[in-house]
């Protein structure tokens, strides 16, 4: 199945952006979700699962420092637990799902 992302003219791979980001002990859980991008098409946005006493800046700073400009999370959203679908796995649907849940209890 084809998970790639279009980001302007990059294809991008959530997977590979979510290994880079867990590298950061203030993540236990990192879920990449596409968004709508006026000039680029999608643009990247972040649900984690933070460890303790974490804040937003401290994980945007890490992707500045270590994502492309073109990947780096137009938002990140904090999450309590892993979005799983019906049957119980991770799927991208339970991750759109919580996605969309998170962004309108706010």
């Known amino acids: 199945k084809?998970?790639?992302i279009k980001v302007g003219d990059h294809r991008?791979?959530?997977r590979e952006i979510e290994k880079?980001?867990?590298m950061n002990n203030e993540v236990s859980g990192v879920f990449v979700v596409p968004v709508s991008h006026e000039l680029m098409g999608n643009a990247i946005s972040l649900?984690?699962?933070p460890n303790?006493?974490?804040d937003v800046d401290k994980i945007f700073?890490?992707?500045r420092k270590n994502l492309p400009g073109y990947l780096y999370p137009?938002?990140?959203?904090f999450i309590d637990h892993l979005p799983l679908s019906e049957n119980g796995k991770i799927s991208n649907r339970s991750?759109?799902?919580e996605y969309q849940h998170v962004k309108a209890s706010m």
């Open 61 to 63: 700073a890490f992707c």
């Open 2 to 4: 084809d998970d790639l």
């Open 12 to 14: 991008v791979n959530p």
């Open 74 to 77: 137009r938002e990140i959203l």
């Open 95 to 97: 991750i759109i799902e």
């Open 20 to 22: 880079e980001i867990e």
């Open 47 to 49: 649900m984690v699962i």
């Open 52 to 54: 303790q006493e974490t």
